[in-house]
């Protein structure tokens, strides 16, 4: 029974009751907001005068109401099923980015900014903090150009961008690709994946249809036994972003010479010099020493793999060649898990029901963190909601949304809101990520401004039979995503622009990415289980029936599964390694030219499949005749676009900090709340309110070292 406390809010949850015409209106009343704050503060104030009180507060504040409501506008491009909704959204978003470079190009408040910088007052750590990040941020903008033709072409040169990042969003979550198979191209698919897959009618009549979102795509590339079949899904994939390929395109070549103009030798330069690692030489030499660790246990498992390969084909009575391919990749995995170390990935998934799962990790949290989560669920939304209508405070029918809250030892006090959209539909965002909705800061009175956040993911749906269940990937997936809502929940700052993961980008998926740890825990993993066939007598039914005669299974996932799983953590380890460089190398290959000329005349795409060929040397189309062009998967890196440009290195450079972490504070008892407690204080409560690298050394009360990093890849 929830307390009447629980049951109540001091915050009502945000509203999604907008139409195509009110998000456009709400976006231009906010901006007609922000520029009179903006020019009352010009007006009211000479640069001798200039104090962080009358300049950058009235700034920030404006800022924060601006964060407070614009990233719903935002977001209704990614989610929302109306066309018109995600087209005024993605309208919205365009315009309020155009207002950001405005305000960001301002002489008059860059000179009022300049002079509060120059005074040196003595000033809280966080507000100190982001005086320097906003005097730094019209210095980026081009304030120390001259005023003329170098700075309007700078101008111009952003407003694109934006428009290019907004464009290539609306690409990609609008592709809807698909392929019609025969049954019989399909073998090896689980059976529940092929009973959801649309039959096919006239034309396709006998057919179904396979669609290119990750449940199926997935499906397909690690089970389908036709070799064709997995090439057909493979080829199609990676060609899904053919519209953003020009996108991408003018897009590295505007920021190259954006970063020129600015005196950059490059767009890395320009990028990385406010990341942890600071130089693209850093980074670089990170890299390439992964690469030279990585190399030579790539060709070992790459070796195995073959041999598996070889042996599958004999059993068919087929030919080997010698050949390799990146649509084997997956398929010869799982027969490398399921053969040599006893991991069957369906039968593990059938321990992990996604709903018992949600509450099994949301309960992981709570113990860690010292936190409660409450459902809010019919007659409880219409208390909550504003609004005449309980869906109001959700975007669509299958949204989940929770109360996140201090328990009781911790105070019961209130700290935001926690959504999960699960499952795919058409023209919603591909992935899977976490949104900040509502970030958290603090207002003008002196109260708290609580925050939401969402998961937005694309799990299996469930059918009569069976619930959707998660593999292990999947698993650790949730988790991760679910650890940057904890962050957005659980952050306390001051200004809205530092709440949560916001964080720089080599630093922001350490967070999520030590929680990963819990997915590799015995005791978590046993705890997070319950075999689907125990939630009801109708899916126990189900199970029966295509048991064959087995004894029931037990409600908790067998030791030996769980031996067999975390004995296999590092199976094509290093190949996965270099699948990461890939994206990292590629990532800073095309935002470091030696020249503009060079990237005005780079072919990303043949750039990217040679690049993936030397690294992983796994055969794709071009080993059977096609040109190196055969496919566009940088095209559909929604990254590259969207903040981690000249930062997909992050993913692998934030494991460093994620896993000293871990192996330093967590290892001996993952399940300690003392010391959860401790990193919630001071590592997820400070979001990005200071350095990041002193939030580390004041946490691990020393300097990182990467040898847990290592160790975890296999290279210790």
């Known amino acids: 029974m929830v307390s009447d406390k629980l049951a109540k809010p001091p915050q009502a949850p945000p509203l999604f009751t907008e139409t195509p015409t009110s998000i456009v209106d709400d976006a231009k009343r906010l901006i007609e907001y922000s520029r009179n704050v903006q020019d009352q503060i010009v007006r009211n104030v000479q640069p001798e005068a200039a104090t962080f009180e009358n300049v950058l507060r009235p700034l920030a504040h404006a800022e924060n109401a601006m964060n407070f409501e614009s990233r719903i506008l935002g977001f209704y491009k990614e989610v929302s099923v109306e066309s018109q909704l995600r087209d005024s959204s993605g309208e919205a978003t365009q315009l309020l980015n155009n207002f950001g470079i405005e305000t960001a190009m301002r002489e008059d408040l860059f000179q009022l900014v300049d002079a509060v910088f120059k005074k040196n007052e003595e000033l809280d750590p966080e507000s100190y903090h982001l005086l320097m990040k906003q005097h730094k941020g019209y210095i980026r903008s081009g304030m120390k150009l001259p ?15 934006q428009q290019l990042n907004v464009d290539f969003g609306k ?21 529940d994946v092929l009973a959801e897959l649309e039959k096919g009618t006239e034309e396709n009549t ?82 390439n020493d992964l690469r030279s660790r990585l190399s030579a246990g790539g060709r070992r498992e790459l070796e195995t793999l073959k041999q598996l390969k070889k042996a599958d084909l004999d059993s068919r009575e087929e030919a080997f060649d010698g050949q390799f391919f990146l649509w084997d990749l997956d398929f010869y995995k799982e027969i490398l898990l399921e053969k040599q170390y006893s991991v069957d990935e369906q039968k593990i998934a059938e321990y992990f029901p996604l709903q018992t799962t949600i509450q099994g990790m949301l309960g992981i ?54 959504y999960l959209d699960i499952f795919p539909r058409e023209n919603k965002f591909r992935g899977v990520a976490n949104f900040n909705l509502q970030p958290g800061f603090v207002r003008e009175d002196g109260t708290r401004q609580y925050p939401a956040t969402a998961l937005v993911c694309n799990f299996t749906k469930p059918t009569s039979k069976k619930p959707s269940l998660l593999n292990h990937p999947e698993l650790v997936a949730l988790f ?20 949560g993961t916001e964080t720089v980008i080599d630093f922001g998926e350490a967070p999520s990415q030590m929680l990963e740890h819990w997915c590799w825990t015995p005791s978590s993993l046993k705890s997070l289980s319950r075999h689907y066939s ?51 190398i590629f990532d800073m290959m095309i935002h470091e030219p030696a020249s503009h000329e060079q990237i005005e005349t780079m072919n990303l795409s043949a750039e990217y499949n040679k690049l993936r060929k030397e690294l992983m040397n796994i055969d794709g189309p071009e080993a059977l005749g096609q040109s190196d062009e055969w496919g566009h998967g940088q095209a559909s890196i929604r990254h590259l676009m969207d903040e981690y440009d000249a930062g997909l290195y992050g993913y692998l450079y934030s494991r460093v900090f994620a896993d000293d972490i871990f192996y330093t504070v967590f290892k001996p008892d993952p399940m300690d709340s003392k010391a959860g407690r401790r990193y919630r204080y001071a590592v997820l409560e400070k979001g ?27 290279l210790s």
Request: glycine share 6%; net charge negative.
């Open 534 to 584: 125990s939630l009801s007598p109708e899916y126990f039914h189900s199970w029966e029936e295509q048991a064959k005669g087995q004894s029931p299974p037990p409600e908790k996932i067998p030791d030996e599964m769980i031996d067999s799983l975390v004995r296999a953590k590092h199976v094509n380890g290093a190949l996965f390694g270099l699948r990461m460089l890939h994206l990292s």
């Open 171 to 191: 690409n990609q979550n609008e592709e809807n690709g698909d392929i019609w198979f025969d049954p019989q191209e399909l073998k090896g698919i689980p059976e």
């Open 147 to 161: 005023a003329g033709p170098r700075r309007d072409r700078l101008k111009e040169i952003q407003t694109r961008l």
């Open 206 to 287: 006998g057919k179904l249809r396979l669609t290119l979102e990750v449940p199926h795509r997935f499906a397909a590339l690690q089970y389908a036994k036709n070799s064709e079949t997995r090439k057909r899904v493979f080829i199609a994939f990676e060609n899904e972003g053919d519209q953003n390929v020009s996108v991408l395109n003018e897009t590295v070549i505007l920021r190259d010479e954006a970063a020129r103009l600015l005196g950059y030798p490059n767009h890395a330069a320009f990028r990385i010099e406010e990341k942890m690692a600071k130089k693209p030489e850093t980074v670089n030499a990170f890299l």
């Open 480 to 499: 991760h995503e679910l650890g940057h809502g904890i962050h957005d929940l659980v952050s306390r700052t001051i200004y809205s622009r530092f709440h």
């Open 365 to 418: 949290f709570q113990h860690l963190f010292g936190l409660v989560f409450v459902e809010i669920t019919g007659d409880e939304r219409n208390k909550l909601s504003t609004s005449s209508q309980n869906s109001s405070i959700v975007w669509h029918e299958d949204v989940q949304v929770f109360s996140a809250w201090d328990n009781e030892e911790q105070s019961n006090e209130f700290l935001g809101y926690l």
């Open 688 to 714: 990005g309110s200071q350095d990041e690298m002193k939030t580390v050394v004041d946490f691990l009360g020393r300097d990182p070292k990467t040898d847990a990093f290592y160790k975890e890849l296999g």
